[in-house]
């Protein structure tokens, strides 16, 4: 069982370079998300769908692009990257958007620098 | 304007006692809170929840405490073991929805 698979695990980027951070999931959850983890800062929602074709902005969504073509697959795309966008990123899945009752899978997470 | 607040980044105990984690939110209209522990290199895993209609919930050595009043919740790990080592977030979500995270504390349990 693989749960949420994210690749790649580590990425070096130059600035102003794009790359496409890939997430997937084969547990038929309609609800997907992408945090970024920074320190002291906790996780903070990017951007999540709540099913295929359906997207939405979380708490820092700027510099950040995605889209839900498959119930399986949600990517993270950086257009231009930028030293702010050195982090941690975390993909997760779940059966629905709503919290009780519904545990979140994460991925182990893509350790990304900007250069 | 941090709605979830962990305000120790860090605590060290001793095998075999209690480790006590806090977390205090401003959001009133928060009605579920979470805990997840994370270990490095990978990614978080869901531990307890409690909803606000309840103040304690209990799974095993795990038991979290709500308190409305004063927004405030905690969580008890007894007795704590040396793979209780990590980092736990504290998380809430009003209405069903979005979780907002806490910054995270980092336990140590010593042998």
């Known amino acids: 069982n693989a749960g949420v698979t994210q690749t790649p695990k580590f990425q070096v980027l130059k600035t102003g370079q794009s790359m496409t951070l890939q997430c997937a999931q084969d547990?038929?959850?309609?609800?997907m998300s992408w945090y970024r983890q920074d320190p002291g800062m906790g996780l903070r929602l990017i951007h999540y769908?709540?099913?295929?074709?359906?997207?939405d902005q979380g708490e820092v969504p700027n510099g950040y692009n995605v889209s839900r073509s498959t119930t399986e697959d949600f990517p993270l795309r950086l257009l231009s990257a930028a030293p702010s966008q050195t982090s941690v990123y975390f993909c997760?899945?779940?059966?629905?958007?709503?919290?009780?009752?519904?545990?979140?899978?994460f991925g182990e997470g893509s350790w990304l620098t900007v250069v | 304007d941090q709605q979830v607040k962990q305000n120790s980044p860090s605590l060290s105990v001793q095998e075999g006692r209690i480790s006590i984690l806090n977390c205090d939110y401003t959001?009133?209209?928060?009605?579920?809170f979470l805990w997840y522990k994370k270990y490095p290199a990978e990614g978080p895993t869901f531990l307890i929840s409690?909803?606000?209609?309840?103040d304690k919930n209990e799974d095993g050595r795990f038991t979290v405490f709500l308190n409305k009043s004063a927004k405030h919740l905690s969580l008890h790990i007894v007795p704590s073991q040396p793979g209780d080592s990590a980092v736990y977030f504290c998380?809430?979500?009003?209405?069903?929805?979005?979780?907002?995270f806490g910054k995270g504390i980092t336990l140590s349990v010593r042998p």
């Open positions: 959001n009133s209209m928060f009605d579920y």
């Open positions: 547990m038929n959850h309609e609800y």
């Open positions: 998380a809430a979500s009003e209405a069903n929805s979005k979780l907002t």
């Open positions: 409690i909803s606000s209609i309840k």
């Open positions: 997760a899945s779940s059966y629905s958007g709503r919290s009780s009752g519904n545990t979140i899978y």
């Open positions: 769908s709540v099913g295929a074709g359906i997207t």
